[in-house]
C-alpha cells in the first residue's frame, strides 16, 4: 500500500479480498480500514442545532 494515493474502502477491502488470507493481511486490512474512518471523521464538518440554547435565554 503506497501512502501517497488514496485509497478508498473498496479499493482496501478489494485488497484484502484478491490477496492472500493471512492474520497479517487482515490486521492490516483493520488498521488501513480505522485509519480511513478516523480521516474521514476528521473532515466532516460538525453541524450544531443552536435554536433551542437561543429560546433558553432568549430575554424578551
Known amino acids: 500500500?503506497?501512502?501517497d494515493e488514496k485509497?478508498?474502502?473498496k479499493d482496501i477491502l478489494l485488497g484484502h479480498r484478491v490477496g492472500k488470507k493471512?492474520?497479517?493481511r487482515?490486521?492490516?486490512t483493520e488498521?488501513?480500514?480505522k485509519?480511513?474512518?478516523k480521516?474521514?471523521?476528521k473532515?466532516?464538518?460538525e453541524i450544531f442545532d443552536y435554536s433551542a440554547l437561543h429560546l433558553l435565554y432568549d430575554a424578551q
Do not use: I, P
Open 35 to 37: 485509519a480511513l474512518e
Open 31 to 33: 488498521r488501513a480500514l
Open 43 to 45: 473532515k466532516k464538518v
Open 22 to 24: 493471512t492474520s497479517k
Open 1 to 3: 500500500m503506497m501512502s
Open 26 to 28: 487482515k490486521k492490516q
Open 39 to 41: 480521516q474521514k471523521k
Open 7 to 9: 485509497l478508498t474502502k
